[in-house]
């Protein structure tokens, strides 16, 4: 039977009193409700959840933070690395490794005395625990105990005290770094950890700087190069339809032309009317400063002065202002896709006016655990939950206090299994317990699209208009799910929802 309809809120679910409905004065009675109203939303939970919702989000769809129609673009632009080119896990390993080494062999390798002159005193340098040959000490400074003044100077850099980590290239650096504090704390050392996070940095930046990581891409392309067939579709799609196309990226001219080979073909060029490497961003899109120059067909840099940039042809450096110059591309009729909220696309949106595509690779395996029943029940009982003791709070009998602290522990308990669904230490990249991640805010405020991979696109038309959802604000939120949380009445639009997308 259905008890009558709560004021405001619409009619109840079955078997779910409304909050205003008459409740025992107190004591056992109330306790008893209480877990009455705990039973009748577990049913309720229950009932609204057929094993059809557990499907509703399709890992391969592009979500829209802003509305755009692709009508409207014009000019679409890419990144190269984890845009057009995804790279395999198998990468991450191979890069902790490398910048381990060289932490081992050039930052972490020596603890030393040295004198006031810049000298080490032989006989006093460690690695780890173990001393270090006279000889190996002198080998490692170049024939000299004498350390340069710049190795020692300038040593804390400058920049915010918290880093925070934007991109799938940040977990070989934090594995890096978690294992070294790991290490350092479980044998007892003292570090600061200016210095220790300024040497893993480093570490990690010599392994890109020095190029092993160009190296082991080109020699294995078939490993670590993935969907290379679907760039070359989207690529070849977008020309199809009249598109213009452009590349800039911080990767090298040879490391990017042999896996736009391995992708697209020998004349990937030709589908790109602007080439631009090692770029540096984000400085490309801040800096007037730096110029054009042009390659040859070698890679060997041009005297030129840079009038135009021309189609097929392979520019290094210079800057967006440039850029937007000569080419007059300007404002939302161009879309550019990035790996990276900061580096790639924050400028573009908030400076320029560009449309924005972030490429997240982890929300294709978010959304697959997001699509699990354990998941959809696990939270959505979370949040009934939370609506009871929300509701329920204004019992404050000692036996409806129990109940409460119950239902708190439970829902604490509920909030670490779904937090573990995704990661045991971190939880879902996008989510805290309920709140957006940092880096949900950002991705949020820096792009108009985010999606898994570039190959999302061949799922929709070239002049598909996306729509963001309308999502609840927090004096909203009646009007909303929360309505399930209270159990005032079904949702209405929750069997609907399986048919988007």
Same mark, same amino acid.
């Given at each position: ?7 405001g ?21 109330l306790s ?27 890992? =391969? ?19 190269y690395?984890?845009?057009? =080119? ?6 991450h390993?191979?890069?902790?490794? =490398? ?8 930052? $972490? ?38 350390? @340069? ?14 880093k ?12 890096l ?25 480093? =570490?990690i ?37 009249? $598109? ?18 391995h ?10 009317d ?6 540096? $961003? ?11 120059? $042009? ?40 879309l ?5 909220l ?28 997001i699509?699990t ?99 609840p604000?927090?004096?909203?939120? @009646? ?8 159990g ?13 997308r």
């Amino acid at each position: 039977s259905s008890s009558p309809s709560c004021p405001g809120c619409g009619p109840p679910g079955p078997s779910a009193p409304c909050p205003s409905s008459p409740a025992p004065a107190g004591g056992a009675d109330l306790s008893a409700h209480l877990w009455a109203r705990y039973q009748d939303m577990r049913r309720l939970v229950h009932d609204l959840l057929p094993p059809e919702v557990c499907s509703l989000l399709n890992p =391969a769809a592009i979500y829209a933070n802003n509305e755009i129609s692709l009508r409207d673009v014009e000019v679409y632009g890419f990144d190269y690395d984890y845009t057009l =080119a995804q790279y395999a896990d198998a990468l991450h390993p191979e890069i902790f490794s =490398a910048a381990r080494n060289i932490l081992i062999e050039h930052y $972490k390798s020596l603890l030393m005395k040295i004198d006031a002159y810049h000298y080490v005193q032989l006989g006093t340098a460690y690695r780890g625990l173990q001393p270090v040959p006279d000889e190996e000490v002198i080998e490692l400074y170049g024939g000299t105990q004498h350390i @340069p003044l710049y190795q020692t100077s300038g040593f804390y850099g400058k920049g915010p005290s918290i880093k925070q980590f934007m991109d799938i290239f940040s977990l070989p650096e934090m594995a890096l770094l978690s294992c070294v504090v790991d290490y350092f704390l479980g044998h007892g050392l003292e570090f600061d950890q200016a210095h220790l996070y300024k040497d893993v940095t480093d =570490a990690i930046r010599d392994v890109h700087v020095k190029g092993l990581m160009y190296q082991w891409i080109e020699q294995d392309m078939e490993k670590y190069i993935l969907r290379g067939d679907e760039t070359f579709a989207v690529l070849s799609r977008l020309v199809a339809h009249g $598109k213009q196309l452009f590349l800039i990226t911080n990767s090298p001219f040879s490391f990017v032309d042999k896996g736009m080979r391995h992708m697209v073909g020998p004349d990937w060029r030709q589908l790109f009317d602007v080439v631009i490497v090692q770029a540096d $961003k984000p400085s490309f899109f801040t800096d007037r400063r730096k110029p054009f120059r $042009k390659l040859d067909e070698k890679g060997s840099l041009q005297w030129d002065r840079i009038t135009r940039l021309e189609k097929g042809k392979i520019y290094r450096q210079g800057n967006l202002f440039d850029f937007l110059r000569l080419t007059e591309w300007r404002g939302p009729r161009v879309l550019y896709f990035g790996d990276h909220l900061y580096s790639d696309l924050a400028d573009l949106m908030l400076r320029h006016g560009w449309r924005t595509g972030a490429i997240i690779p982890e929300l294709e395996r978010e959304i697959r655990i997001i699509n699990t029943e354990q998941y959809m029940h696990s939270l959505t009982w979370q949040q009934a939950l939370t609506g009871l003791l929300e509701r329920m709070q204004t019992y404050q009998d000692a036996e409806s206090r129990q109940v409460l602290a119950a239902w708190m522990k439970e829902r604490q308990e509920l909030r670490c299994i779904t937090k573990a669904l995704f990661n045991a230490q971190f939880g879902s990249i996008f989510r805290t317990f309920h709140n957006p991640t940092y880096f949900s805010r950002r991705l949020v405020r820096f792009s108009d699209l985010y999606m898994a991979s570039l190959s999302c696109l061949l799922n929709y038309r070239v002049d598909f208009t996306f729509y963001p959802r309308r999502t609840p604000l927090q004096h909203e939120a @009646p009007l909303w799910m929360d309505q399930l949380c209270t159990g005032c009445m079904k949702t209405p639009f929750l069997g609907d929802m399986a048919h988007i997308r």
